[in-house]
């Protein structure tokens, strides 16, 4: 069965840095589009970025340009969010996604804090 586990969140200064990781199983990793998603307190979710399984090609969004960088390892099934620069405004539970067959599988999250 699909399991996606995030790690690496926790509580940050603006301006500091985190990694998050996700580690994926029960599905052929490398075959499938990757996603990170967030939701702040209060708010619906928000897509982050995703990278490609066939292309490599990756995307995040504008809010995260320049400051987030996503990253898989197909022989460690394992998806990465180096998260430089961070704000106040990116304290959320970030999630890790795949949509295989058509269902959204999602991992527990991890909370990112970013606070003075």
């Known amino acids: 069965q699909v399991q996606l586990v995030e790690s690496g969140g926790g509580m940050v200064q603006p301006g500091g840095s985190l990694r998050l990781s996700c580690v994926a199983s029960?599905?052929?990793?490398?075959?499938?589009?990757m996603s990170w998603v967030r939701q702040a307190p209060g708010e619906g979710p928000e897509w982050v970025a995703t990278?490609?399984?066939?292309?490599?090609?990756?995307i995040v969004d504008n809010s995260v340009k320049g400051r987030f960088t996503i990253s898989r390892d197909n022989s460690k099934n394992t998806m990465s969010l180096q998260m430089e620069n961070l704000k106040p405004e990116d304290t959320a539970v970030y999630y890790c996604n795949v949509n295989k067959n058509g269902y959204n599988y999602w991992g527990q999250g991890t909370q990112v804090t970013v606070s003075s």
């Open positions: 029960g599905f052929t990793f490398s075959a499938y589009d």
């Open positions: 990278t490609y399984a066939n292309s490599g090609r990756t």
